[in-house]
């Protein structure tokens, strides 16, 4: 496949994206308002703008891992290829760990910040829980897609893409009819990378079986490579 085909079709998957947050921060609001009140909804977007805040942490790193992965690739130079895409994969692990434990740390303050009423402090703290999540999954799910873009294979990162939108809406639909309220956003978003973040990886790992050349092993002049260039 092209570059200039891979690029179209990577922004054509992208929309995907896209339209997840139309439909989930637009279409739906109306419904949302026959479960929960406007005030509920309203400390909802505070936390997840303040969930939205912690995914600041990638710090451009998918950006330079796609960029880097794609020089060695092209020279088919195998050897830095691995270090670098243990690299990606290893500090991508540590930045979703690390924002798990800003989140937990964060957890018992954020319904307080955003002002939510007392009969509301529950539901915020989970929402504000799986959109973080979500977030910490959107980072990793990033890194992940750097690597087939990389191999220009953008058609299995759209196929993750285009299909957790459909899981993370049926989420959200399933969450309201259950009786979770405003949490069924938020977890509409968490089942959404989720299901992105399995399937490439399940794809990364079915691919890296194929390539005899290229292994995974933890690299620390990598790791600091990839730091210093994001």
């Known amino acids: 496949i092209s570059k200039k085909k891979t690029s179209i079709l990577n922004l054509l998957f992208n929309y995907a994206n896209t339209l997840f947050l139309i439909i989930n921060g637009l279409l739906l609001v109306p419904l949302y ?30 950006l330079v891992f796609t960029q880097q992965l794609s020089v060695f690739h092209v020279k088919k130079d195998h050897e830095n290829f691995s270090k670098i895409l243990s690299s990606g994969l ?25 002002k ?5 402090f529950s539901d915020i703290k989970f929402a504000f829980l799986f959109s973080a999540l979500g977030m ?14 990389a ?20 989420a959200t639909f399933i969450g309201l009819n259950l009786g ?34 290229i292994k995974v092993k933890y690299n620390s002049k990598s790791n600091l ?3 210093r260039q994001s």
């Open 33 to 62: 308002f026959k479960y929960f009140s406007l005030s509920t909804y309203g400390s909802y977007l505070a936390v997840a703008n303040i969930a939205g805040i912690l995914g600041l942490l990638d710090f451009g790193l998918s």
């Open 90 to 114: 290893f500090i991508g692990l540590f930045l979703f760990t690390f924002l798990i434990i800003i989140t937990l740390f964060l957890l018992p303050y954020v319904p307080f910040w955003v």
């Open 116 to 120: 939510a009423s007392a009969e509301d």
């Open 136 to 149: 910490g999954l959107t980072i990793y799910s990033n890194i992940l897609t750097s690597v087939f873009q």
């Open 151 to 170: 191999w220009l294979k953008v058609k299995i990162s759209g196929f993750a893409n285009v299909s957790a939108v459909f899981f993370g809406i049926a």
């Open 180 to 213: 979770y309220g405003v949490i069924s956003i938020s977890l509409g978003i968490f089942v959404k990378w989720l299901i992105t973040f399995l399937i490439l990886s399940i794809s990364l790992y079915l691919n890296l079986r194929k390539l005899v050349s």
């Open 225 to 227: 490579f990839l730091l």
